[in-house]
């Protein structure tokens, strides 16, 4: 841990997230590196919707644009996060609205508020989104997000080739056509593919991405299907909670290229339009969270390192069961080395549970995990916690109060805010027994 990071948490205690935006920005620009130059890149803003960080990744616009780079666009599944791209910069023209469940007044909002391209994964939310923008006196531009009946990769987490509430069936979709094209107030404007989640190695992804054109463009001709916008998801990986670097990508723009050039000879002019998302490697590791240790225990022969920090802090993958074991490095004083990646790791390890504050046994970040030799007081470090940090987290649970979230560029502390839950009542007192 750098010493300013100590400092930070000297003075505004723990458990607290630093947000560094150069690092975000750093993914930012590796990402479009690896990627074919027409292409636009979405920012999930379900890994961290933290205002400045989506600011960062934005930009100078929504789209193409400054901060040195090329700017994301805001890919978004609720009118909260359509609220936190607004507060970033985005106009609502520069979202794409995915989700399995948009509600009818979710969508009223939305439109109203610009949005005017949405994924749908079914006839009755084509037909929901549809209803939103007649009433609106507005056309919709629809992605057809779509489940692939089989997949390259055989690594990596599945997004598809299984029964899912996400997309329509490959399979199926003609018979589903007649339906999607008599919906009014939507057009078609093309397909959305999502197959997998952080690719083990650029093989596995190139793979999937060279499957899904192929299978995109088999569609386009074989049914007809209008093919101005094909979203090719994402799967660029990153750790989440340990050390190490994100994924890299030095074969994937030729590779792409001749893919795309092979089955959708018009990209390169737009025909159709190619995009891609990215959440957990733009944000991730541009994040760091620092916690203080509590408390060191030993039970029946086990011992038990409990944090200021748990599943309400850093749980974003505990319900899916893939956050469990994290890494925590030791705020030293020179004693430790350095890793492959250019993380330090202590010298000195022993094998406990880390345990947060939480009055429930679930609250584990790690079980019977190497760990620095640790004593209360020790401030901890945990790495690559810039996605799925607080709001992925059991915020609310047992009352404690949110971590705080610290946003720094170079030596500049740029904000410093905390998240803070309160509960507004809808009905006046008087008839809340009505």
């Avoid at 397909?191 to 192929?214: C, K, M, Q, W, Y």
Wanted: aromatic letters at 6%; one cysteine or more.
């Amino acid at each position: 841990m750098s010493a300013r990071y100590a400092r930070l948490a000297a003075r505004h205690g723990t458990p607290l997230y630093i947000y560094d935006l150069a690092e975000a920005e750093a993914a930012r620009d590796e990402l479009f590196a690896a990627l074919p130059e027409e292409c636009e890149l979405y920012y999930a803003l379900k890994a961290n919707p933290h205002p400045g960080l989506v600011r960062a990744l934005r930009g100078g616009g929504g789209g193409r644009g400054g901060g040195g780079g090329r700017g994301c666009r805001a890919e978004i599944s609720s009118t909260g996060e359509l609220a936190a791209a607004l507060a970033a910069g985005f106009a609502g023209a520069d979202c794409l609205y995915t989700g399995p469940g948009k509600t009818d007044a979710e969508l009223r909002e939305a439109i109203g508020l610009g949005v005017r391209l949405f994924s749908t994964d079914s006839v009755t939310d084509l037909r929901r989104v549809g209803a939103a923008a007649s009433a609106q006196g507005v056309t919709a531009d629809c992605l057809l997000r779509v489940n692939s009946a089989s997949a390259s990769a055989a690594t990596s987490i599945r997004m598809t080739g299984t029964p899912s509430q996400f997309g329509f069936d490959s399979e199926t979709l003609a018979e589903t056509l007649p339906l999607l094209r008599a919906v009014a107030g939507v057009e078609l404007a093309g397909l959305h593919f999502f197959p997998l989640s952080n690719a083990r190695d650029e093989e596995s992804l190139i793979g999937e991405f060279r499957h899904t054109v192929e299978l995109a463009a088999a569609l386009s001709a074989e049914l007809g299907l209008p093919l101005r916008i094909l979203d090719l998801g994402g799967g660029f990986s990153s750790p989440y909670g340990v050390p190490g670097a994100r994924g890299r990508y030095p074969k994937l723009r030729q590779e792409l290229s001749l893919t795309l050039d092979r089955h959708l000879p018009g990209w390169r002019e737009g025909t159709p339009a190619i995009a891609f998302e990215s959440g957990r490697f733009l944000a991730g590791a541009s994040g760091t969270l620092v916690a203080s240790v509590t408390n060191v225990k030993v039970s029946r022969g086990r011992t038990f390192v409990i944090l200021d920090a748990g599943i309400n802090t850093f749980g974003g993958m505990s319900g899916l069961g893939r956050l469990m074991p994290v890494s925590v490095r030791l705020c030293d004083d020179g004693a430790d080395e350095k890793d492959g990646g250019g993380a330090t790791v202590a010298i000195n390890t022993v094998r406990a549970s880390l345990a947060g504050p939480l009055c429930t046994p679930g609250d584990l970040l790690g079980r019977e995990i190497p760990l620095p030799a640790l004593e209360p007081g020790d401030l901890v470090e945990v790495p690559n916690a810039g996605a799925y940090g607080p709001t992925a987290s059991l915020l609310l649970f047992l009352g404690r109060p949110a971590p705080l979230e610290i946003v720094i560029r170079g030596d500049e502390t740029v904000s410093v805010s905390r998240i803070e839950p309160h509960r507004r009542h809808l009905v006046p007192a008087a008839d809340r027994d009505g």
